[in-house]
């Protein structure tokens, strides 16, 4: 069988981890163990049985999830290893070969490359940047075919920072209710707003074909822990399970007994200011940069995340770019070929100063190399 590999992945996997400072992750830097067990935990924490939990997520768990979802119960929620493992359960539930899927771009691009590999075609659904990266809905619409099974959108967006209005998600919904096709909201970066504290509005229970799916990895600063979920109707909650079981059984126990104290107060609460005060300053420090680089680079405003979608002023493609830095600065950047735009770099900035600023000055300093370079040759 053809098997097309998950580029981005690929490449973080390859790299992340020889290199002195990684800024193609997508998240904050990693809370600590301490912000989510405290003392009193501890010492349930221990004496945790390690033997199997419960398949589709505890109890407990599931109801701290539904929570956070109007009209859901814990029967609509599926705890999932990562929100990662929520988006393959979903494509492989529902697109078989020759149908068609119509996937956000630039983003996240998971479903864009499993819906391939299930023999699915792809369409794309453009956020344009000559727009400030808003989304075009004419485009959408006309997407539809009879053989579309699954709209996919990234809300707020990885990585470019949007996130769709009220207008916006109506005019969605609509156009997919309308078709009698799926929607797949993949709001991982609910809760990292950068402009206000109010959390995006979820995309379940506007329409009855909603699959939301969201973990602890971004928001929460908890991406070691590998644990997500999706939020569905029963009926295809239950679908999904049975795929769970076949995929890894279940999630493990200690991150499931973490995640319920995570997403209970005070800890959520924290954590989500944790995040948002790293996620803000740091979008001051990546404003900075740009603003004394700018004959090199440029980057709309960011409503969201903690990554900025930067474009760089030169005639070489993103993977060149990004390989060039790796090699000659020793910094992972992620390339925007790989997320559907190319001539930009992904770049985190939530990670702290320590980190962000010397990577970002030696990024400029590759980047007017390459300009020079790229001047006396023109």
């Not at 109007?70 to 492989?92: F, H, I, K, M, S």
């Amino acid at each position: 069988m053809s098997f097309e590999s998950f580029e981005l992945e690929r490449w973080q996997s390859d790299f992340e981890h020889a290199v002195e400072y990684n800024l193609a992750d997508s998240s904050v830097r990693g809370a600590p163990l301490s912000d989510v067990l405290p003392a009193d935990a501890m010492d349930r924490f221990m004496a945790l049985e390690l033997g199997y939990p419960q398949v589709n997520g505890t109890d407990a768990l599931r109801r701290r999830i539904a929570g956070l979802y109007r009209g859901a119960t814990p029967d609509n929620v599926l705890v999932t290893v990562g929100g990662a493992e929520a988006n393959q359960l979903v494509c492989q539930t529902l697109l078989e070969p020759g149908d068609e899927c119509i996937v956000m771009e630039p983003g996240y691009r998971q479903v864009w490359g499993l819906a391939r590999n299930l023999g699915a075609v792809v369409r794309p659904f453009s956020l344009r940047a000559d727009r400030g990266w808003r989304p075009d809905l004419e485009q959408l619409a006309r997407a539809i075919t009879p053989r579309t099974k699954l709209i996919a959108v990234v809300n707020p967006n990885n990585p470019t920072g949007t996130i769709l209005n009220a207008a916006d998600r109506a005019a969605i919904v609509e156009i997919a209710r309308r078709a009698g096709v799926w929607l797949l909201a993949d709001e991982v970066y609910r809760g990292a707003e950068r402009l206000t504290d109010a959390e995006t509005p979820s995309f379940f229970g506007d329409y009855e074909r909603v699959v939301a799916v969201n973990s602890l990895s971004k928001a929460y600063g908890l991406s070691g822990l590998r644990l997500g979920w999706a939020v569905a109707s029963e009926d295809f909650i239950q679908a999904l399970w049975r795929r769970h079981e076949y995929a890894v059984i279940a999630a493990s126990a200690p991150s499931m007994f973490l995640a319920e104290i995570a997403l209970g107060e005070p800890y959520r609460a924290r954590l989500l200011a944790r995040q948002r005060k790293m996620m803000r300053d740091g979008w001051e420090l990546l404003s900075q940069w740009v603003g004394r680089n700018s004959d090199l680079v440029s980057v709309a405003p960011s409503e969201a995340t903690a990554i900025a979608f930067v474009r760089y002023n030169l005639p070489i493609g993103s993977v060149e770019v990004a390989d060039r830095i790796r090699r000659e600065a020793s910094v992972l950047v992620a390339p925007g070929e790989y997320l559907g735009a190319d001539h930009h770099l992904r770049i985190t900035h939530g990670l702290g100063a320590d980190r962000v600023v010397p990577a970002l000055d030696r990024i400029a300093e590759v980047l007017s190399g390459l300009t020079a370079r790229v001047g006396q040759t023109a």
